[in-house]
């Protein structure tokens, strides 16, 4: 806790080291606070404090950079009288749901959210529709959506040379999600009118990203990552490219989580992206690289850093190291390219990378895609990676490499 000043909240870092929302607490004004996001740069000024009831209820006052220290001490003051009162300073006196309010009730309760994606939520609703955080639902028209819209890719922008698009169609996919939930909850008696986020021909085009590394560029990479110096980085980066895996998954995986013995590599559906379990086999190159990890220590993760969470967070570094300018999902999206090319079946492919089939496809409630199943197309793909990358001996020559 400190006393909270404009040089004091300038300080504090954002995004917080640890990776999460961090609340710093006022000395002087019990209850008011800054709380810094774990994800972005984002920092606002905060009030939290207990209901009647017994509920813990936090009201948002605003962006540090939009609202003063004197303006959100001000408004923390009229917030905490309304508590002291007994009165919810969430709720307009009607009954309505503010944005504020209806954005912490989604998120309280869509406890099936990743932790993840509920603070980009929150991020995004409270840093670009912050002068909305107070106004009730029904108020939101068509129209100031419309506008918003527009506003935000203009100032996004402005500050990083971005079109801003990305943005603000996310923003606003944010808030028709928290306003579909909130309508659902109206009473129906006094129902909410209907969703402002229908801008289905207003949403900024956003061309799906395409980048991979082609037959031409991966013996140059692949050269290229095996001369890290990190070499945590360097199987990080070659995991990935060999299994299609993606960055949070690949960066958090256990060794619990690895049969070596099976050669298995069994992912809870907890840690997936699309919630669904993956029990991927291990193939040669993969088996061998993980082998070779295993030797160095037998520490809780398989990528072990020095970050708060105690493995690899961000691997933009390792990436940077290499020269060449691809994001890792370029390396999921090239291992799934050089698996087309093997001509895998359909679903062989889609399950490979844990990709959900289509909800009329009736064939696929009857396949049972095993590890056993998997085998053999995923040695194949492997097999052609290899091809491509150059890579020449067996698989098991750079264990000698990895000195503990």
Same mark, same amino acid.
């Given at each position: 806790?400190? #006393? ?51 509920? #813990? ?108 698009? &990305? ?40 061309? #799906? ?63 997936? #992206? ?31 850093? &020095? ?98």
């Amino acid at each position: 806790m400190t #006393k909270l000043t404009e040089k004091s909240v300038a300080k504090l870092r954002a995004p917080d080291p640890t990776g999460k929302q961090k609340l710093h607490w006022d000395t002087e004004l019990r209850g008011f606070g800054v709380l810094v996001s774990g994800v972005s740069t984002s920092k606002s000024y905060v009030v939290q404090h207990a209901l009647r009831d017994g509920r #813990k209820r936090r009201v948002t006052i605003g962006p540090v950079n939009v609202v003063s220290i004197t303006e959100a001490r001000e408004r923390a003051r009229e917030i905490l009288g309304d508590f002291y009162q007994g009165r919810d300073p969430k709720v307009v006196r009607r009954g309505d749901p503010t944005l504020a309010s209806a954005l912490d009730t989604y998120l309280e309760t869509r406890t099936d959210l990743r932790p993840r994606s509920a603070e980009s939520y929150r991020d995004l609703i409270e840093r670009h529709l912050s002068a909305w955080l107070d106004t009730p639902l029904r108020d939101i028209t068509r129209d100031v959506v419309e506008d918003r819209l527009k506003k935000i890719a203009r100032d996004v922008a402005a500050d990083s040379g971005t079109s801003g698009h &990305a943005t603000a169609n996310g923003t606003m996919r944010a808030l028709r999600a928290v306003y579909n939930f909130a309508a659902d909850r109206a009473p129906p008696s006094d129902p909410l009118p209907q969703n402002p986020v229908r801008l289905k021909k207003v949403w900024f085009p956003v061309k #799906k990203r395409t980048g991979h590394l082609t037959p031409e560029q991966l013996p140059e990479f692949y050269a290229a990552v095996d001369a890290l110096q990190n070499r945590v980085g360097a199987d990080y980066l070659k995991l990935i490219l060999f299994t299609g895996l993606r960055r949070r998954e690949a960066a958090a995986l256990k060794w619990q989580n690895v049969d070596l013995k099976k050669a298995v590599l069994s992912l809870p559906a907890s840690s997936m #992206k699309g919630k669904r379990p993956l029990d991927l086999p291990l193939t040669d190159f993969v088996r061998d690289l993980l082998i070779a990890r295993r030797t160095i220590g037998a520490d809780k993760w398989v990528f072990p850093s &020095a970050s708060a969470s105690g493995h690899v967070k961000e691997p933009r570094f390792f990436l940077d190291a290499t020269g060449f300018d691809v994001t890792v999902h370029d390396l999921r999206r090239t291992f799934v390219t050089v698996a087309e090319g093997c001509d895998l079946s359909h679903y062989a492919l889609k399950a490979l990378v844990n990709h959900a089939l289509a909800d009329d496809d009736v064939t696929s409630g009857y396949i049972q895609m095993t590890p056993e199943r998997l085998r053999e197309p995923a040695q194949k793909v492997c097999d052609r990676l290899m091809q491509l990358c150059k890579i020449k001996g067996p698989t098991g020559a750079n264990v000698a490499k990895l000195k503990k």
